[in-house]
């Protein structure tokens, strides 16, 4: 290997490990930031027009997805609590066959209908 190869390695290896530390330290302070505005109890959290739930497949390997049902009742939770008045869903909609935001609402509005009987 010549010496300029070397040289370059270095400065790749250099910049790679400086990435990954700006990359390690960028999620530590989101994390710490975010800790403040995140809320394990519906009691607590605050009252806000409207809450984002964000799109992911209801199924995956062949049963229900936990992060789509967590999501699901999460919304379901706040929305019977009073401490949202409306629900934005996003999702892929790529195709007519794969449509996550219909999908969910579908979800939502049977779960809010079931709790109401």
Known sequence: M????????K???FLSKGIILALIVNDFLIARHAASLLYYDVDKTPRIPVAIVLGTSKYA???????????IKA??????????QGILVSGDNAT????EPTTMKKDLIKSV?????
Do not use: C, M, P, W
Not at 2 to 9: A, T
Not at 75 to 84: E, H, S, T, Y
């Open 2 to 9: 010549s010496k300029r190869n070397r040289r370059i390695g």
């Open 11 to 13: 400065i790749v290896f």
């Open 61 to 71: 390997q062949g049963t229900v997805n936990l992060y789509y049902r967590a999501r």
């Open 75 to 84: 919304a379901v939770d706040l929305f019977q609590a009073g401490k949202i």
């Open 96 to 99: 007519r066959e794969y449509d």
């Open 113 to 117: 209908f079931l709790l109401n009987l």
